[in-house]
């Protein structure tokens, strides 16, 4: 077999596998169209339908994939928070998208972790309060809980395993994506084979039409602020945080007492200071950052695409998208490569992936973008306009 079979033997979209990922793309589009239609009322309609979504995880019987009920609980939070009954289209540099990836995740956090028989919420002995928080600080008296990050994680396994925050990510990425793309085109998980060693986390073509424009997407979203939730005790705070009367709290009742106790403008413009690293709101929340240095959390845990596993694993994911777009002649000019995340690298790690981004993929035959698009809400890059188009 020639050199330029094997690789197209990798492609998800190849002729062998085309039947698959069309009928994939059929039946999101139609759950997409049933969401573009969904009006949330008020927070009743809310909780029940976010409820459904997260009782089915916890099903060892369900019939739907894990991530796919992700997307369905964050697609439905965000018509809610954003008030998009009426209008679906987001734009994608819209300041509410960054905090709003956040706010989502610490909802799923926490009620996971609540639902968890391996955990327990942390207690702070300084001020004797119970709390469910995902790094080594207590919001109350400003401290760690702990005298190390790694002595908090032993002691308490609050924060998810890894691959339930990947597949948590997966569904808010494709909510997001799903809302900030033209409506003629749909964003769903990709397939995966078994005869196929390499896998897609998004794909987003057209909807029902022949597939004209392809893009293969690498997502990679870790939170980079959370939102603390006192037990029982009634206190006042300077940030936001939700106090709930027990640990033992049905998911209703949790769904309810998040959204009515912290208001998305506020938790808006909270996130965006801390991101910005206001001097005066770090010396009263710096502990609610991920990836910060001790105390407080490991720079391991560090937002985004910012880790350095996450940031060499969609860089090698770009390479091998391109060699298939390369050799894969019928999608030659329709076939694009991209990478989205929740926040743009700092420092380093940013400046290394514009210099990538920057970089073409040169060969006798064709000269094109390594990477697409790179779309990290708080900077979005776009390097061929097949791609802008999709979010036109």
């Known amino acids: 077999m020639s050199n330029r079979c094997r690789v197209l033997e990798l492609c998800p979209i190849s002729c062998k596998y085309e039947e698959k990922i069309r009928h994939i793309r059929d039946y999101a589009y139609d759950i997409d169209i049933r969401f573009r239609s969904m009006k949330i009322s008020d927070i009743n309609d809310l909780v029940n339908e976010v409820c459904q979504y997260l009782v089915q995880i916890l099903n060892k019987r369900r019939n739907i994939k894990i ?90 396994k609050l924060k998810p395993e890894e691959d339930v925050i990947g597949r948590m990510g997966i569904g808010i990425a494709r909510a997001i994506l799903n809302m900030t793309i033209n409506d003629y085109y749909v964003a769903f998980e990709g397939p995966k084979f078994r005869d196929i060693p390499l896998e897609t986390d998004i794909i987003i073509t057209e909807g029902k039409s022949d597939m004209q424009n392809i893009l293969l997407i690498e997502a990679k979203v870790h939170p980079a602020i959370y939102i603390p939730v006192v037990v029982g005790k009634k206190l006042d705070m300077d940030i936001p945080f939700v106090r709930i009367e027990s640990e033992r709290l049905h998911v209703k009742e949790l769904i309810r007492h998040f959204i009515l106790s ?25 502990g609610l950052l991920y990836g910060s240095r001790g105390p407080y959390d490991d720079t391991k845990n560090k937002p985004g695409i910012a880790r350095t596993d996450d940031l060499k694993k969609a860089l090698a994911q770009m390479i091998m998208y391109s060699t298939i777009r390369l050799e894969c002649k019928k999608y030659e000019h329709k076939l694009f490569t991209g990478i989205f995340s929740n926040v743009y690298p700092k420092e380093k790690w940013g400046d290394l992936l514009k210099l990538i981004y920057t970089t073409e993929y040169v060969t006798n035959a064709a000269k094109f973008p390594l990477i697409s698009a790179v779309i990290c809400l708080t900077t979005n890059e776009f390097r061929e306009e097949g791609v802008r188009h999709i979010f036109e």
């Open 67 to 156: 991530t796919e009920l992700y997307y369905r609980a964050a697609r439905t939070i965000i018509k809610y928070l954003l008030g998009e009954n009426s209008k679906n289209k987001l734009e994608l540099n819209d300041k509410r998208l960054p905090p709003l990836v956040d706010y989502i995740f610490s909802l799923f956090y926490v009620w996971y972790s609540m639902n968890n028989l391996s955990s327990k919420p942390a207690y702070c002995p300084r001020c004797n309060t119970k709390l469910y928080v995902f790094t080594n600080f207590c919001p109350v008296c400003k401290s760690g809980i702990k005298t190390s990050y790694k002595e908090f994680r032993q002691c308490y």
């Open 262 to 286: 912290v208001g998305f403008d506020d938790f808006c413009e909270i996130w965006w200071k801390l991101w910005s690293e206001d001097k005066n709101l770090l010396k009263r929340a710096e």
